[in-house]
């Protein structure tokens, strides 16, 4: 077998495998986050399904698929159909370039080389960004085309605060890309070799915050989830959808934080490198998978703890703090870079 | 503040200077923090109730929005409409009761209360001193319970549901005393003309001083979580200003009056109970927004809480019901020992009190604010009217001008923070 067709077969392993685990970590953060509501609202969350509760995103899914599926009378059916993929297919596509472990080097897997990464992209974080845009559209057209005025509110607010938000990652993800000098997140990851002290996280520690605080606009969770807004909007873009094509949105959004906190972890935090040089023993998917637990963890603490803001405060924030930030975070690195070359 | 109020309610002047924004700066403050938007063409109208996860019951407000700032608001209530009063004229005045818990299920006791007191004061009966001091107990429990409710729910309206649950939590062990005293949760029927239903049960004065005990440590918590919360001063900060002369204009009464600078509290301006038997301060906040209402409440829960700890302390012995044959049922526990109470039990249950002629209007401070209740009689066991004069109708046709120029996260904020029930509303 030569080298090529191994690698298509590695590819195509790859390519089922990695959406079928992202897809098994995502129903257990769905059950984690209903538990962890629960704790911190001194309940017990969900306890009936599985042990300890742990198979209730099994029954939810099953609920959801067995349930009517209902279309507005008066909505734009085509758009109205076809926004849920929008927002679903977007998300998957990231995990594509992705690392979860070492990229290159020698043959280690039965005399092949078995790279940790489904596309080895040049520019995987202009991807990250672009799709991330584009699932936008799912949600401004769902709520556009369900002709509700509460959908079409939630449409709006998602459609002008994603995009003043995605200006801030934009700013604050170039940062990075000066340090490690590419766009590929392969690169990236490489240009964090050694210890924990080694990471972006601490030259970059302005844009990382920036850009944290901007993905959880972009995931669309409280403080920022004025999309959804239950109390406002009753479910912004959502409120007409129904059955499983409202399990699409509500999955593409796990979905997204899976990928969102991967990406931060990619950043920032090291990718898939363990904190000590000391502990490579440990299989780098590892390291990632704990990374993403501790991002989700801290995404799910802030969105059950804190009050969500009013419209024209988080636009405020977005263009009067994180912009101006981002953006001063990004000339002072350029600077520096250049000052150190 | 007792004691240094003048006639009108008013603070005295020293402390107006101190910390009080005069009237023409909250009129100025609040025509800055309303936008004033000139209706174009394109104003979409939205229904925001009967169902919608914040309108607290069955509140209906049809809004006319330009983008997201409120151009109009017309409310729509009766939906919960379910003739109390008019039921109220079949009723002999025993039986009333019970009806009256329905109005604000979340307050049950204060509407009994309110509506045994206008009775009382048409029948001339007098309520011994026990029952005054029980009847004033269980009014603050009910404030307390009121008040966890409402604010749980309103800082739930604001995004996050976290704090409602724990809110709920504490909510509970009021409810279980209520269980304790009572028999029942949320409708107890507690009061009866002449005094309450039942005498305090072993025990419940070790379980309430327990509570009153605890609870002042968990409020103190809640309010520094609220106070440092930027996020939360950010949305109840000058947001829904709304002057007392606003609150006169359109009989706003009860912690939103309070949050607007009058010390205006029916308990200490026209007492009842053993009110004027307890010393407690009335909750007065400057700036009239969001963020004072809740002050108030979470002062008032405070006072309440001394107000229970000092009616234990004090409870008199003696019974707990007037000894009046023509108007109040006996106790209960006399009935089938004494045939005295007995031939009274009969006779109230089955042809009820005598009540003369006139008409008579009483109010009290219930928790949301001033519930007055008239009654016509034109003699016999049942009243010819009775009209209930209860806060949340007030303060639901207040919305209009409460949110009109505020934004729709606004709205739901402002319209939870004047604390509307819809039972109590349409009646």
């Known amino acids: 077998m030569s080298d090529p067709v191994a690698q298509l077969i590695f590819l195509i392993i790859k390519a089922i495998v990695m959406p079928v685990l992202i897809i098994l970590i995502v129903a257990f953060a769905i059950f984690f986050e209903r538990k962890f509501a629960g704790f911190f609202a001194g309940r017990v969350g969900p306890t009936y399904l599985g042990p300890w509760g742990s198979l209730q ?26 926004a849920p993929y929008i927002a679903f297919v977007p998300v998957f596509l990231v995990m594509a370039v992705i690392p979860f472990g070492p990229v290159g080097g020698e043959a280690n897997l039965f005399g092949y080389r078995f790279d940790y990464v489904i596309a080895s992209f040049d520019a995987g974080l202009v991807l990250f960004l672009a799709m991330g845009a584009m699932a936008v559209y799912g949600v401004v057209l769902g709520g556009w085309s369900s002709n509700s005025n509460y959908s079409l509110l939630g449409g709006l607010r998602a459609g002008a605060q994603m995009i003043s938000y995605e200006l801030a990652m934009g700013f604050s993800a170039a940062g990075v890309m000066l340090m490690a000098g590419s766009m590929s997140l392969i690169d990236i990851v490489d240009g964090q070799a050694g210890n924990f002290w080694d990471w972006y996280w601490i030259p970059q520690i302005v844009g990382g915050l920036v850009f944290f ?6 995931l669309n969770r409280t403080p920022f989830d004025l999309a959804e807004a239950e109390q406002e909007l009753v479910a912004g873009h959502l409120t007409e959808y129904s059955g499983m094509r409202w399990g699409m949105f509500y999955f593409a959004e796990y979905v997204n934080l899976v990928v969102v906190s991967m990406i931060v972890s990619t950043l920032y935090l090291g990718g898939w490198r363990a904190p000590l040089e000391v502990l490579d023993f440990i299989p780098g998917p590892i390291w990632l998978f704990l990374k993403i637990c501790f991002l989700i963890f801290v995404y799910m603490w802030v969105r059950w703890t804190i009050i969500r803001y009013r419209y024209n405060q988080l636009m405020s924030i977005g263009w009067k703090v994180l912009l101006p930030l981002s953006i001063a975070n990004l000339l002072v690195t350029a600077v520096v870079i250049s000052a150190v070359n | 503040m007792s004691g240094t109020q003048d006639t009108q309610g008013l603070v005295p002047a020293a402390q107006a200077l101190s910390r009080r924004p005069s009237l023409e700066e909250l009129r100025e403050r609040k025509d800055r923090t309303r936008r004033h938007l000139e209706p174009t063409g394109d104003v979409m109208t939205i229904s925001m109730g009967p169902q919608h996860p914040s309108m607290h019951g069955v509140y209906r407000a049809v809004l006319d929005l330009d983008g997201e700032v409120i151009l109009a608001v017309r409310p729509e209530i009766g939906n919960l409409h379910r003739g109390v009063e008019k039921l109220c004229e079949h009723r002999t005045y025993h039986q009333i009761i019970p009806l009256t818990d329905r109005l604000d299920y979340i307050s049950g006791f204060a509407m009994n209360h309110g509506f045994c007191e206008a009775a009382e004061k048409l029948m001339g009966v007098e309520v011994p001193a026990r029952g005054r001091y029980i009847r004033t107990m269980t009014h603050e429990l009910c404030r307390i319970s009121n008040h966890i409710l409402w604010l749980g729910t309103s800082i739930m ?49 070790h379980r309430c001083r327990k509570v009153i005990d605890f609870l ?14 930027r996020i939360f001063l950010k949305r109840a900060k000058n947001v829904g200003i709304f002057t007392s002369e606003d609150c006169h204009a359109w009989r706003v009464t009860g912690p939103t009056l309070r949050a607007a600078g009058i010390a205006r509290d029916l308990r200490k301006d026209e007492p009842y109970a053993a009110y004027p038997e307890v010393e407690f301060d009335v909750a007065v906040e400057y700036n009239a927004d969001v963020y004072d209402r809740f002050l108030v409440r979470m002062k008032e829960m405070r006072e309440s809480c001394k107000i229970i700890r000092q009616c234990l302390d004090k409870m008199p012995p003696g019974p707990f019901l007037a000894p009046d044959a023509a108007h109040s049922l006996p106790m209960k526990k006399n009935v089938l020992r004494d045939s ?45 009217r009775v009209r209930f004069s209860t806060p949340s109708f007030y303060h639901g046709q207040a919305v209009p001008a409460l949110v009109e120029g505020e934004m729709v996260a606004d709205m739901i904020a402002i319209f939870a923070s004047v604390d509307v029930v819809l039972g109590d509303c349409d009646r």
């Open chain 2, 340 to 384: 005295a109470a007995m031939i009274q039990d009969f006779y109230q249950v089955f042809r009820g009190p005598q009540v003369p002629r006139g008409s008579v209007y009483r109010c009290v401070e219930a928790p949301k604010g001033e519930m007055g209740v008239y009654i016509r009689s034109e003699g016999g066991a049942k009243p010819a």
């Open chain 1, 57 to 82: 995103s099994f029954g939810d899914i099953f609920k959801l698929i067995s349930k009517e599926d209902l279309i507005p009378a008066k909505s734009d059916k085509p758009v109205f159909k076809l």
């Open chain 2, 157 to 205: 309206d604001l995004g996050t549901q976290t704090f409602f649950t724990i809110c709920f939590r504490d909510r509970e062990y009021v409810l279980d005393l209520f269980e304790m005293l009572t028999g029942a949760r949320m409708t107890h029927s507690f009061a009866r003309i002449g005094g309450v239903a039942k005498d305090l049960p072993d025990g419940f004065d």
């Open chain 1, 213 to 218: 605080v901007a993905s959880i606009a972009e």
């Open chain 2, 216 to 229: 002042p440590k968990r409020l103190a918590e809640y309010e520094r979580i609220i106070k440092q919360n």
